[in-house]
C-alpha cells in the first residue's frame, strides 16, 4: 500500500471511529421521527422480576413496563414493548431493532462508551436487614454478628467488602434460604435487596424487622444510540417531572414496596 492510500485508509477509520455508522448500526432519531411514527418501541427485561416479568395473560409487566407506558403517554405515542435479554438488550438498540430501552440497565463506565444514558429513573438497592431490636447501625456494629447473605451474589460481596474483621458472615445457596434462617434467628441480618426485605416484612410480625442501613445502590436508566440528545432530553423531562410529583416513585411502591431510593 502507498503512503498516499496508507493515508486514506487511516483517514477512513479515523471518521468511522468519529460516528459514521458502522454496518448494521442504526442511526440516530430525533424526537419528530418518533412522534411521526407513533409508537416508540421499547426494550425491556421480562425475567427480572419485580421490574420486568410477564403477566398471566402474557404480556410483559414489571416497574420497568409501567415506567415505559408513562412514558410512551407523556410523549403522547403508543408503546410497543419488546422481551430483551440482558446480552442482547443493547445490541438490539443499536442496531435498530428497539427505539430505546427501559430494561433494568444500570449505568456503567463501559456501557456509556456504548448508548446514551438518560438520568436515572430507578435503582436496585442492597441493604443491611436485621432484627428491629438490634442496635446496628452501621458496617461497625457487625463485628461479632450473624450475617447472612446467598452465596457468589451481589450482597455477598456488598457485605464482605463492608463487613469488620470479627464478622460470622454466612453464605447460604439462595436469597429464600437466608430469608429463612433470618426469619428463624439462625443469623442477626442479612444483606439482600429491598424486594427480600419487602417479603420478609410481609411474613413477619409488623415491625420485627428493619433496614439498618444501605450497602449498595445500582441506578438503572434509559438507554439511547449515540447522537439521540433531543430524545434524551424529553426522557430527561419525563423522569424530573414525575420523580418530583411522586409518580414514579407510587410505581416502585407498587412494585417493590418501597418508596423509590434517592436517585443522583
Given amino acids: 500500500m502507498s503512503n498516499t492510500h496508507r493515508r486514506t485508509f487511516t483517514l477512513g477509520l479515523a471518521a468511522l471511529a468519529a460516528g459514521s455508522l458502522l454496518p448494521g448500526m442504526a442511526s440516530a432519531q430525533a424526537l419528530a421521527d418518533l412522534k411521526k411514527k407513533g409508537r416508540i ?8 422480576p419485580p421490574y420486568g416479568i410477564m403477566s398471566s395473560s ?6 420497568d413496563a409501567d415506567v415505559a407506558k408513562l412514558l410512551a403517554k407523556d410523549l403522547g405515542v403508543a408503546a410497543d414493548i ?16 428497539v427505539d430505546m430501552l427501559i430494561a433494568s440497565l444500570a449505568i456503567t463506565p463501559e ?14 438497592s442492597i441493604v443491611l436487614y436485621g432484627n428491629a ?24 460481596v456488598a457485605v464482605t467488602k463492608a463487613a469488620p474483621e470479627g464478622t460470622q458472615i454466612r453464605r447460604f445457596d ?28 410481609k411474613r413477619a410480625p409488623a415491625g420485627q424487622f428493619e433496614t439498618k442501613f444501605q450497602l449498595l445502590q445500582q441506578n438503572m436508566a434509559v438507554a439511547l444510540r449515540p447522537g439521540e440528545d433531543e430524545v434524551a432530553k424529553a426522557v430527561n423531562d419525563f423522569i424530573a417531572r414525575n420523580s418530583a410529583n ?4 407510587k410505581l416502585y411502591q407498587k412494585w417493590l414496596g418501597a418508596p423509590l431510593p434517592k436517585l443522583d
Fill in 41 to 48: 418501541t421499547i426494550g425491556m427485561l421480562v425475567d427480572f
Fill in 246 to 249: 411522586g409518580e414514579l416513585s
Fill in 82 to 97: 419488546v422481551p430483551v435479554t440482558g446480552p442482547n438488550r443493547i445490541p438490539f438498540l443499536l442496531t435498530g431493532k
Fill in 174 to 201: 439462595d436469597d429464600a434460604s437466608a430469608m429463612q434462617a433470618l426469619l428463624s434467628g439462625q443469623v442477626d441480618a442479612i444483606g439482600c435487596s429491598v424486594t427480600v426485605a419487602a417479603q420478609i416484612a
Fill in 111 to 124: 456501557r456509556a462508551k456504548q448508548v446514551l444514558f438518560s438520568k436515572p429513573y430507578s435503582a436496585a
Fill in 133 to 156: 431490636k438490634s442496635p446496628i447501625k452501621t458496617a461497625a456494629d457487625l463485628k461479632g454478628l450473624r450475617v447472612g447473605v446467598a452465596r457468589a451474589s451481589t450482597q455477598d
Fill in 58 to 63: 402474557n404480556q410483559p409487566d414489571g416497574y
